[in-house]
């Protein structure tokens, strides 16, 4: 979360406050994944539907790559080149250990075989590439955000 704003992301946010008179307000920019290809496979799970939720270190918001999630809030999703493609609505935020993760919350994510075991198994091996990559130490029992959204824009209804 946190990525600078650019006028295409200016301009897709407009549009869609617009479109459902939204006053205006704040909103996050988020690119998912470190990697353009994991971003696009995230983003795709997202319009499908299999992905209503995400988790981030909390480390990563200490350190001001990016806001706290707020109930309510809204965040613009880029597409692996940085090209505005979906405004969530986040639902549900909850910070505790990684390892807590629950199997509903697993489900949400969308991602893998959707099982508790499967997402404990990919997240700890993408933030211990993300920990070797930026030199800090990662055990599964950090704390993290665990996130629920709503997929708002594009949506059925437009």
């Given amino acids: 979360m946190g990525k600078p704003r650019t006028p295409a992301i200016a301009s897709f946010w407009e549009e869609f406050r617009r479109a459902r008179a939204i006053p205006e307000q704040s909103y996050d920019v988020c690119s998912m994944g470190d990697t353009a290809q994991l971003a ?3 983003l795709a799970l997202i319009l499908t539907g299999a992905k209503r939720a995400t988790a981030c270190l909390l480390r990563d918001v200490e350190l001001g790559r990016g806001q706290l999630a707020q109930v309510g809030g809204y965040v613009v999703v880029l597409d692996g080149r940085g090209t505005p493609a979906a405004i969530w609505r986040t639902r549900q935020v909850e910070i505790k250990p990684l390892n807590e993760v629950d199997d509903a919350f697993a489900w949400e994510e969308g991602e893998g075989d959707r099982t508790r ?4 198994r990919m997240h700890r091996k ?14 599964d029992s950090m704390k993290a955000v665990f996130e ?4 708002v824009w594009p949506s059925a209804d437009q």
């Fill in 40 to 42: 696009d496979e995230l």
């Fill in 117 to 120: 075991d499967g997402w404990l």
């Fill in 126 to 139: 993408y933030f211990a590439r993300r920990a070797a990559a930026e030199g800090f130490s990662f055990d």
């Fill in 148 to 151: 629920r959204f709503t997929l």
